[in-house]
């Protein structure tokens, strides 16, 4: 059996602040740490229940943020950037299930560093008019290769959010959300603890986990940009159509597509910085 796990820090216990999210400095060192504890455990429990095979992505930032050397031996791990599938690389038909380790709530939610891919540039992004987040969209693309999600971790708001795109998938709530940057967390030991139990149930009955239903297709994607300059800039590919001051919408014809034009969107921003 071969597992896909696919790591963030936003929902990580003990993570609250963007500083912690940032290349550069103490607090985000410390982050880090914590981030690769929390994929160790999902990797020691992919294993408890039955995996032959682990794979991970490191899919917060820059993507090279877990600390390669401590990582668990027995697994494999994605870093660096630019790559098509971004936070969802790896996925393959061969791979059984997709874990979402320490992801948190959608652009527009109310969980802790609640955002959607890069929160310079979206202020919400919308499939067939759904406001989504990563693990959406992510879990989308992943469907399309037929693999399933079958656990995540983060917050109450992320698993409010998404509890119902993937009904079958099981949950490990680290933090509960007091406000974009404030909640009551785990200790990095417990957290750990139960991301190694509910990882080791998710994979021992991922046989029984069927496939998160897709968006009806073609997708249409609206994306509401933080600024009308930001619109602005997304409105120079041909295929956008503006809405008003700060929205703006593209069909997709899959949900690769349309992660990946959102992904470029996202790398374009850089240019308004």
Same mark, same amino acid.
């Given at each position: 059996?071969?597992?896909?796990?696919? *790591?963030?820090?936003?929902?990580?216990?003990?993570?609250?602040?963007?500083?912690?999210? @940032?290349?550069?400095?103490?607090?985000?060192?410390?982050?880090?740490?914590?981030?690769?504890?929390?994929?160790?455990?999902?990797?020691?429990?992919?294993?408890?229940?039955?995996?032959?095979?682990?794979?991970?992505?490191?899919?917060?930032?820059?993507?090279?943020?877990?600390?390669?050397?401590?990582?668990?031996?027995? +697994?494999?791990?994605?870093?660096?950037?630019? @790559?098509?599938?971004?936070?969802?690389?790896?996925?393959?038909?061969?791979?059984?299930?997709? #874990?979402?380790?320490?992801?948190?709530?959608?652009?527009?939610?109310?969980?802790?560093?609640?955002?959607?891919?890069?929160?310079?540039?979206?202020?919400?992004?919308?499939?067939?008019?759904?406001?989504?987040?990563?693990?959406?969209?992510?879990?989308?693309?992943?469907?399309?290769?037929? *693999?399933?999600?079958?656990?995540? !971790?983060?917050?109450?708001?992320?698993?409010?959010?998404?509890?119902?795109? =993937?009904?079958?998938?099981? =949950?490990?709530?680290?933090?509960?959300?007091?406000?974009?940057?404030?909640?009551?967390?785990? !200790?990095?030991?417990? !957290? #750990?603890?139960?991301?190694?139990?509910? +990882?080791?149930?998710?994979?021992?009955?991922?046989?029984?986990?069927?496939?998160?239903?897709?968006?009806?297709?073609?997708?249409?994607?609206? *994306? @509401?940009?933080?600024?009308?300059?930001?619109?602005?800039?997304?409105?120079?590919?041909?295929?956008?159509?503006?809405?008003?001051?700060?929205?703006?919408?593209?069909?997709?014809?899959?949900?690769?597509?349309?992660?990946?034009?959102?992904? #470029? #969107?996202?790398?374009?921003?850089?240019?308004?910085?």
């Amino acid at each position: 059996m071969n597992i896909l796990i696919s *790591v963030d820090i936003e929902g990580v216990a003990g993570v609250y602040h963007p500083e912690q999210t @940032r290349f550069g400095n103490l607090e985000y060192e410390q982050a880090r740490r914590l981030m690769t504890a929390e994929a160790n455990a999902a990797i020691a429990g992919a294993y408890d229940g039955g995996a032959r095979q682990v794979l991970i992505n490191d899919s917060h930032g820059r993507f090279r943020n877990m600390l390669a050397g401590e990582l668990d031996a027995r +697994a494999q791990v994605i870093q660096g950037r630019p @790559r098509v599938l971004s936070m969802a690389q790896g996925v393959t038909p061969g791979v059984q299930g997709l #874990c979402l380790i320490g992801y948190h709530s959608r652009a527009g939610g109310r969980g802790i560093l609640a955002h959607t891919i890069n929160s310079f540039a979206f202020a919400e992004v919308l499939l067939n008019g759904v406001p989504v987040g990563e693990a959406a969209i992510y879990g989308a693309v992943a469907g399309e290769y037929g *693999v399933p999600v079958i656990m995540g !971790s983060g917050d109450d708001v992320f698993i409010e959010e998404n509890k119902a795109l =993937f009904p079958d998938a099981l =949950f490990a709530q680290t933090k509960q959300a007091l406000g974009q940057n404030s909640g009551v967390s785990l !200790s990095p030991q417990a !957290s #750990c603890e139960l991301i190694r139990a509910t +990882a080791s149930a998710a994979v021992s009955g991922s046989q029984a986990i069927k496939v998160c239903a897709a968006f009806q297709k073609p997708i249409t994607v609206t *994306v @509401r940009a933080t600024s009308s300059a930001m619109a602005d800039l997304f409105c120079g590919w041909p295929t956008f159509r503006r809405l008003d001051a700060t929205q703006v919408a593209y069909e997709a014809q899959t949900a690769e597509v349309a992660m990946r034009i959102l992904n #470029c #969107c996202s790398a374009m921003s850089a240019s308004l910085r």
